[in-house]
């Protein structure tokens, strides 16, 4: 990697408050569908951050400013030429070349726009400030759909039977499910509590924790917000003084009071998250010597999907099935051709279509992008979770104790939810790219500070 000096942006201030205001605008799902079933779906904010890495090539290249630029690991380098080298398994090569552009642009383009732009602490806190309040915005508005979704005891079914509830999952803000906007705040929310416990104003910390608050409740995918309150109590036992216990006290209560103060939210953590099953049954034909039909509960999609993905992945080992076309290979991945039992002569049970956004991100990547995918994608998370708990060791001001508390717990959220929600889509993409960013610049700009102490130092001796 190329490192240009600590402070020094070699791109135009212009561009610098352009990436403000599409860290702002980056917490959203709103964007354009060619087709409303099929799409594809292309976010408003990925239109405007590809606008801006467009312009920022065209500045670097006018002014021969390569050399002065901070490029992406060689992870996201080589996970993206997997994603090309993968489509010449698809069968439907046109599915990935949306996949072909997106992969570029999160990894590449967005990433050297936000670390070649970030570059002191100055413009780190204005980032962090700007999603803040996007994450507050979108908090109140989650909030206002979570007062007026009606008390789920009196759906039918109850909270017996989660899935009869359709309203539960209408708690989304400006996402398209629940499981994306759950997913937003389990990034977002540790790295606002922790510049929060390290913060020196009360009205910062006072804010933060408000939204942190609030954030929780509003989260009603069950996966995801036990994952949350995991990250949050993580960070704050890295704190000191009350904060370190008041926040686990506050987790404990918040479970405790979920069954009589907040049914709905207990109801998706606990009722929902405890059944393995859907709410109906499947008949399938009867093995030999058996009825003709033998009936059989449902696995839910979210955990029944793991089997078909783990074959798709044994059988196309290296390369998968095409990046983006995992969708459209699923369905076959389901048949087996093993009659050694009564579940093996018919397709695995699919009645219906799963809720969006439950996928396994990493049997999505290996089973799209085969074995070489996968690697690569744990290659980018093992890269910047090393980066982001370096930060401890030269942490030496508020905010890079803030961001040392909060990065790790933040990449810790997005590493174990992946295994139930599928992070790397429109409307989040951005913000993790943000959050590896934060963890590379903050590293990079303490080393060279470190750097400059230490010549100092040598020429005053």
């Known amino acids: 990697m190329n490192l240009a000096p600590a402070g020094r942006s070699p791109l135009p201030k212009w561009l610098y408050y352009a990436t403000l205001a599409l860290v702002f605008l980056a917490p959203s799902q709103l964007g354009y569908a060619v087709t409303k079933k099929d799409g594809p779906f292309i976010a408003y904010a990925d239109v405007l951050g590809g606008l801006l890495c467009l312009a920022a090539l065209l500045v670097v290249a006018l002014g021969r400013r ?8 060689l992870a996201a380098v080589a996970f993206v030429v997997i994603a090309g080298l993968s489509l010449s398994q698809a069968v439907h090569p046109l599915s990935g070349l949306v996949k072909l552009v997106q992969w570029p642009l999160y990894l590449i383009g967005f990433y050297m726009l936000f670390v070649n732009v970030l570059t002191d602490r100055r413009r780190v806190l204005a980032a962090l400030t700007a999603l803040a309040g996007a994450t507050a915005l979108v ?10 979704t009606p008390d789920p005891a009196s759906a039918p079914g109850g909270i017996a039977n989660p899935l009869v509830y359709t309203p539960l999952w209408h708690v989304q803000a400006g996402f398209d499910d629940r499981n994306i ?9 540790p790295v606002l509590l922790a510049l929060a416990l390290h913060a020196r104003g009360w009205k910062w910390r006072l804010g933060a924790a408000a939204v942190v608050a609030v954030g929780v409740v509003t989260m009603l995918s069950g996966p995801l917000l036990w994952v949350t309150l995991l990250a949050l109590v993580g960070v ?18 918040f479970v405790a009071l979920m069954p009589v103060a907040l049914p709905r939210n207990w109801a998706c953590a606990v009722t929902e998250l405890g059944q393995v099953y859907e709410g109906q049954m499947l008949k399938i034909p009867g093995g030999p010597g058996e009825a003709t039909e033998v009936t059989v509960p449902v696995v839910k999609k979210r955990w029944l999907e ?11 080992l290296i390369l998968g099935v095409g990046a983006g076309n995992y969708q459209a290979n ?24 799963g809720e969006p ?7 999505v990547i290996g089973g799209s992008m085969g074995f070489a995918g996968l690697v690569c994608l744990i290659g980018v998370l093992a890269y910047f979770w090393r980066q982001a708990t370096g930060l401890w060791a030269v942490a030496e001001d508020r905010l890079g104790r803030g961001l040392a508390a909060g990065l790790p717990a933040a990449l810790f959220a997005l590493m174990v939810g992946n295994l139930f929600t ?9 913000i993790i790219v943000l959050l590896f960013a934060l963890a590379e610049v903050s590293l990079l700009r303490a080393g060279d500070q470190s750097r400059r102490d230490s010549r100092h130092l040598s020429e005053e001796g």
């Open 357 to 363: 956004d439950t996928n396994n991100l990493y049997l």
């Open 66 to 73: 390569w050399r002065q630029l901070r490029y992406p690991p």
């Open 306 to 316: 793991w089997q078909p993905a783990l074959r798709m992945l044994s059988d196309h």
């Open 422 to 430: 599928a992070m790397f889509v429109r409307g989040l993409s951005l």
């Open 330 to 353: 699923i369905g076959e991945a389901y048949q087996t051709e093993d009659v050694s039992s009564v579940f093996d002569v018919a397709p695995l049970p699919n009645v219906k279509k």
């Open 139 to 148: 908090v109140v508005w989650a909030a206002t759909q979570y007062v007026r």
């Open 181 to 189: 906007y759950c997913a937003f705040l389990a990034l977002v929310l």
């Open 236 to 253: 704050a036992l890295t704190s000191r003084g009350k904060a370190r216990w008041a926040v686990p006290v506050a987790v404990v209560v």
